[in-house]
């Protein structure tokens, strides 16, 4: 974790193994002679590990080389807390352009890396035919085949329908194609149903 390392003064022992600015191995040197190098080059002398006999420190900017780190562990926790299971719901009843959106929505979370949870919501009688709904899902797989794998068949939960898909992992070269697709059709005002939810 970046402010974990002894810096300048703090560093109590004798002598270290020091690596210079340029990541030159400059041996064992006396702390003290290793430190009036740093300063002379305005620079910190930073322990980077303090378990070796003796401790190996390196001379560096700290204030940049702390920014850098909080930067690398910022971005791997927004790569990991991104990554999720997105939700995507659908109708029975839905409207080429509702359903167009939509599944181009879905297309853009997985070539993003997530898995989608496909819902198909039924209202009063049509739960009754659950084959319109996996009509539905039979569509949208058929049109993102190659982006998306089937991670968990359709499967009826109360009075919904249920598929999970996950990215497949060859998916890249579809992103000419959807913008080709984008072209040719105008994009309809997605319907107030579109839920995205973060799971």
């Not at 919501?121 to 794998?149: C, N, Q, T, Y």
């Not at 959807?178 to 939810?197: D, F, G, T």
Request: hydrophobic share 35%; proline share 6%.
């Amino acid at each position: 974790m970046p402010g974990d390392h002894r810096v300048n003064d703090r560093i109590r022992v004798e002598t270290v193994r020091l690596i210079d600015n340029e990541g030159n191995q400059r041996g064992v040197v006396p702390t003290r002679e290793a430190l009036a190098l740093a300063r002379s080059l305005d620079l910190d002398l930073v322990e980077i590990a303090p378990t070796a006999q003796p401790p190996v420190c390196r001379i560096m900017d700290y204030g940049k080389f702390k920014f850098d780190e909080a930067q690398k562990a910022k971005e791997s926790r927004r790569k990991t807390q991104n990554v999720g299971v997105k939700e995507m719901k659908y109708r029975p009843k839905i409207g080429p352009g509702d359903f167009d959106t939509k599944t181009r929505l879905v297309e853009k979370f997985l070539n993003e890396g997530h898995k989608v949870k496909v819902t198909i919501m039924f209202r009063g009688r049509e739960s009754a035919h659950p084959e319109l709904g996996k009509k539905i899902l039979d569509r949208i797989v058929e049109k993102l085949v190659d982006v998306a794998k089937v991670e968990s068949a359709a499967k009826l939960d109360g009075r919904n329908m249920i598929m999970v898909l996950g990215p497949e992992k060859k998916s890249r070269p579809k992103a000419e194609s959807s913008q080709e697709s984008l072209k040719q059709e105008v994009v309809p005002s997605v319907s107030a149903e579109v839920s995205i939810e973060e799971g």
